[in-house]
């Protein structure tokens, strides 16, 4: 199969390249990149004016299967990042059962090699069902092909388990993949603690709730040597510790979510309002002060990664109170337009630099060959326009959650076409 694309403007961070070329694809594999190519093939498609880059990398979904095949399933989840421009995710453990064991390990590779379009990447729990108590089958995982643990959803609270947990994955090369949430200082909180929610009326949730683990993780993995990722950073200070964790030499690197520097808190509506739920999330919205730093971070390279955190739910569930409804916000179809449109358009990150932390960068901190389409590297790669604007309609989602903020937003970067293994998967 040969596949050739046209005249588009590719963006290859991992190589320096950047400019107008034809992109030419044999099966699986990038064989020529250049200005002009004049060669016969069974797909020719025209790029003209649209970016073509390596397919994105999600450190950071929630996929819901096996046991909340309700909010999401593998073969709807990984379609819905294919929307999204995301040929490899991170499936992330808190399922039922939890992601905990080889034999779940080696299920959910089944299910991906069965049900998804596009690359999958298991995450081992750090603990027996996320209990926090014992040590997962972190051995067993990594041998049956997870390359990240995570609790996400709940931070190992126990400082000495987290520990071990750690070690352990630092033996054997593993990311550790941080949710930073002290359950003790959460104290029934549902949004950012201050004035919106005095004036909600509804209890918040601290900076510090984040801050103390983050803080904690930071020393555990220096003192450790384990490869630490913080998810989904909301605060200031998150941003401040992760430079300082850089300085003392920690192999750290941290991401942030299109919600967290697109929103602030101010945008929640009443909480009686419809769909007021959408905006419920886990960290929550922050201040402004807080976007800035955020915004900071990512264009001064401390905050490496943008991630979608993806945590689909029901219409039912989000439809309920917001005191009641769960944490959550999909994002796999969002989050290369949102970036877009407030980094990119408000002059804060470049294409390139956006590329890097949406692929190069989280295939680096993984340690698989992707975030690259340079000549001999698989063609997993999207193609975006940039130059019109489109507005997001949540009843168009692929995804089976369509519990999102973001209705109605006008957005610029709408994704044409995603192409795994040399073969699209996803196309407008």
Do not use: W
């Not at 509804?202 to 040597?225: C, F, Q, Y």
Request: proline fraction near 4%.
């Amino acid at each position: 199969m040969v596949t050739l694309i046209k005249g588009g403007y590719v963006v290859n961070p991992a190589t320096g390249l950047e400019g107008v070329n034809d992109v030419l694809i044999v099966d699986e594999t990038v064989t020529e990149i250049a200005p002009k190519i004049e060669r016969e093939a069974h797909c020719v498609i025209d790029a003209a004016g649209k970016y073509v880059m390596p397919g994105f990398v999600d450190l950071h979904e929630h996929l819901r299967e096996p046991g909340f095949e309700y909010k999401e399933t593998v073969a709807t989840g990984s379609m819905a990042a294919a929307a999204g421009g995301f040929t490899t995710i991170c499936a992330m453990p808190n399922t039922n059962p939890v992601i905990d064991s080889r034999v779940m390990v080696e299920y959910l590779n089944y299910k991906a090699a069965e049900d998804s379009m596009i690359n999958i990447i298991p995450v081992g729990a750090v603990t027996v069902g996320q209990r926090g108590e014992r040590l997962a089958d972190i051995s067993g995982m990594a041998e049956a092909g997870a390359l990240a643990l995570s609790e996400d959803g709940k931070s190992v609270m126990n400082p000495l388990v987290y520990k071990e947990g750690m070690k352990k994955a630092a033996e054997l090369g593993m990311v550790v993949l941080a949710h930073c949430e002290d359950r003790n200082l959460l104290d029934g909180g549902v949004m950012n603690a201050g004035k919106r929610a005095d004036e909600l009326g509804l209890p918040g949730i601290t900076n510090s709730v984040e801050d103390v683990v983050a803080a904690r993780d930071i020393l555990l993995a220096k003192e450790t040597g384990a490869r630490l990722h913080l998810c989904h950073c909301s605060t200031a200070d998150s941003v401040a510790l992760v430079r300082f964790g850089k300085e003392l030499g920690v192999k750290l690197s941290a991401e942030v979510c299109p919600h967290h520097f697109f929103m602030t808190e101010d945008e929640i509506p009443k909480k009686d309002a419809k769909d007021s739920a959408n905006y419920k999330m886990n960290p929550p919205l922050r201040t402004k002060a807080d976007v800035d730093a955020l915004i900071a971070g990512l264009a001064d390279g401390t905050m490496e990664v943008i991630a979608t955190d993806h945590a689909p739910h029901s219409a039912e569930e989000k439809r309920k109170p917001f005191l009641e409804a769960p944490f959550g916000i999909v994002g796999s179809e969002t989050a290369f337009a949102l970036s877009y449109t407030a980094l990119v358009m408000e002059g804060h990150l470049t294409v390139r630099q956006l590329v890097e932390k949406m692929s190069t960068n989280p295939a680096r901190i993984l340690g698989i060959d992707k975030g690259d389409i340079s000549v001999g590297h698989i063609a997993d790669l999207v193609i975006a326009d940039v130059g019109q604007s489109y507005t997001i309609d949540v009843n168009k989602f692929i995804s089976k959650g369509k519990n999102s903020p973001f209705g109605g937003r006008t957005v610029y970067g709408k994704v044409l076409l995603t192409m795994v293994n040399g073969e699209v998967v996803y196309e407008v």
